[in-house]
């Protein structure tokens, strides 16, 4: 969904609107629980999905090994997925601002300070929720699995 088409839905959505963001690059079972728990903060889940060439500047030449339409797909597939919005800068911020969320959703890696644009939800008299991760799940150790 493009940033005009996502924003206009977010509008007409009654009841809070749950924002997170990432690479989901390979879909795990950490991922699941996140989005999981993201969608039950809200009426809708919107997905913010960092291009391939963010995820390149991030993660580095090898990542990632799905493209953007492959990994919007998957999301989008999630039954706790209501909308995914590809982005292309480094960082979420400029999409949070557009969308409106009422509230941010990360995984525990996070703490509410190093969300990118937990101030601006905040600032709007929204939420901060950070979910535990699932241990032993990241997509880095799968993909060094793979590698053998």
Do not use: C
């Not at 997170?20 to 903060?41: K, Q, S, W, Y």
């Not at 999301?75 to 557009?98: I, Q």
Request: no cysteine; net charge negative.
């Amino acid at each position: 969904m493009d940033w005009d088409t996502a924003a206009l839905w977010r509008r007409g959505v009654r009841g809070n609107v749950v924002f997170t963001n990432g690479v989901f690059d390979l879909l795990h079972p950490g991922h699941i629980e996140v989005l999981d728990m993201a969608r039950r903060e809200g009426a809708a889940l919107i997905v913010g999905l960092n291009s391939d060439a963010s995820v390149r500047r991030l993660k580095g030449p090898t990542r990632p090994v799905r493209s953007t339409a492959e990994r919007a797909l998957v999301l989008a597939g999630l039954e706790s997925v209501d909308a995914v919005v590809v982005f292309e800068e480094d960082t979420p911020l400029e999409l949070v601002w557009r969308l409106e969320p009422d509230v941010i959703v990360k995984g525990g890696d996070y703490s509410p300070d190093t969300i990118v644009g937990a101030d601006v939800v905040t600032a709007r008299g929204g939420r901060v929720v950070v979910i535990p991760l699932v241990s032993g799940q990241s997509t880095t150790s799968i993909i060094e699995k793979l590698r053998g």
